[in-house]
């Protein structure tokens, strides 16, 4: 209830102040302005979101995949870690619009190149965050597991994945609050459909009304997006310890 009062206050001021100050629409339109574009957009709008969140997703569910198994690599191949961590951690050095071309000339305007995108800035926060809780695994469970004969592999996956989980909750709530990015960045680079596409096009007429109504939707998906992983994995991890409740003032 607070975030939709905040949010309507928000559009309150937002309102006032353009009525206010005659801000011209080309600049910055109002809200009402914004939501009669959605309103009388609503068809188009919806198609071009259709694609947007399919790319969203999958790029969502293959980064995650792909970064829970280099923590896992990393983690079991001890030999592998020193030329894979460093080309982990140079990759993400690489700026995410210089990639964007690249792959759009390798997989084509279509919706491949930007689930790519979407998945490569998806895979480092939850590969990162896996293998934190991996190698930060508390010792002495470890050291049992051993004293009782127990084998590498059967101290990684009853012993340290269990124990890394709640990392890799961190690791997919991030991942789930930036995956619209790689997307978005896609379609601006190249594409034919997608809120992204929506935007730029819109941009090129100062059609700032329609930028801001699929701006909107877009973040509308993002904060549902991610809820819903919070959600998922509050139910998947009913252990894992919360210090916000609801007795002490925080989200449940």
Request: charged share 10%; hydrophobic share 60%; net charge positive.
């Given at each position: 209830?607070?975030?939709?009062?905040?949010?309507?206050?928000l559009?309150?001021?937002?309102?006032?102040?353009?009525?206010?100050?005659?801000?011209?629409?080309?600049?910055?339109?109002?809200?009402?302005?914004?939501?009669?574009?959605?309103?009388?957009?609503?068809?188009i709008?919806?198609?071009?979101?259709?694609?947007t969140?399919?790319?969203?997703?999958?790029?969502?569910?293959?980064?995650?995949?792909?970064?829970?198994?280099?923590?896992?690599?990393?983690?079991?191949?001890?030999?592998?870690?020193?030329?894979l961590?460093p080309?982990?951690?140079?990759?993400?050095?690489?700026?995410?619009?210089?990639?964007?071309?690249?792959?759009?000339?390798?997989?084509?305007?279509g919706?491949?190149?930007?689930?790519?995108?979407?998945?490569?800035?998806?895979?480092?926060?939850?590969?990162?965050a896996?293998?934190d809780?991996l190698?930060?695994?508390?010792?002495?469970?470890?050291?049992?597991?051993?004293?009782?004969?127990?084998?590498?592999?059967?101290?990684?996956?009853?012993?340290?994945v269990?124990?890394?989980?709640?990392?890799?909750?961190?690791?997919?709530?991030?991942?789930?609050?930036?995956?619209?990015?790689?997307?978005?960045?896609?379609?601006?680079v190249?594409?034919s459909?997608?809120?992204?596409?929506?935007?730029?096009?819109?941009?090129?007429?100062?059609?700032?009304?329609?930028?801001?109504?699929?701006?909107?939707?877009?973040?509308?998906?993002?904060?549902?997006?991610?809820?819903?992983?919070?959600?998922?994995?509050?139910?998947?991890?009913?252990?894992?310890?919360?210090?916000?409740?609801?007795?002490?003032?925080?989200?449940?």
């Amino acid at each position: 209830m607070r975030p939709l009062l905040a949010a309507l206050g928000l559009l309150l001021v937002w309102e006032g102040f353009v009525r206010w100050s005659g801000t011209p629409p080309f600049l910055l339109p109002a809200p009402t302005r914004v939501a009669t574009v959605l309103a009388g957009r609503w068809d188009i709008l919806a198609g071009h979101a259709l694609t947007t969140a399919t790319e969203i997703l999958l790029g969502l569910v293959i980064g995650a995949l792909l970064g829970i198994a280099v923590a896992l690599l990393l983690t079991a191949w001890r030999g592998g870690r020193r030329w894979l961590l460093p080309l982990l951690i140079a990759s993400q050095a690489i700026p995410v619009f210089a990639i964007a071309p690249l792959l759009t000339l390798w997989l084509g305007f279509g919706t491949a190149s930007k689930i790519a995108m979407a998945t490569i800035i998806i895979f480092f926060p939850v590969a990162t965050a896996f293998y934190d809780g991996l190698r930060r695994t508390e010792p002495g469970w470890l050291d049992l597991a051993a004293t009782m004969g127990a084998s590498r592999t059967a101290a990684l996956w009853r012993i340290r994945v269990p124990a890394a989980l709640p990392a890799l909750a961190s690791g997919l709530r991030v991942a789930a609050a930036v995956a619209p990015i790689g997307a978005v960045v896609g379609e601006w680079v190249g594409a034919s459909s997608g809120l992204g596409y929506v935007m730029l096009q819109a941009n090129g007429r100062s059609q700032t009304d329609m930028m801001f109504a699929a701006l909107a939707i877009l973040a509308s998906m993002a904060m549902a997006l991610w809820f819903a992983t919070d959600r998922l994995l509050r139910a998947l991890l009913p252990w894992q310890p919360d210090a916000l409740s609801e007795h002490d003032g925080g989200t449940p």
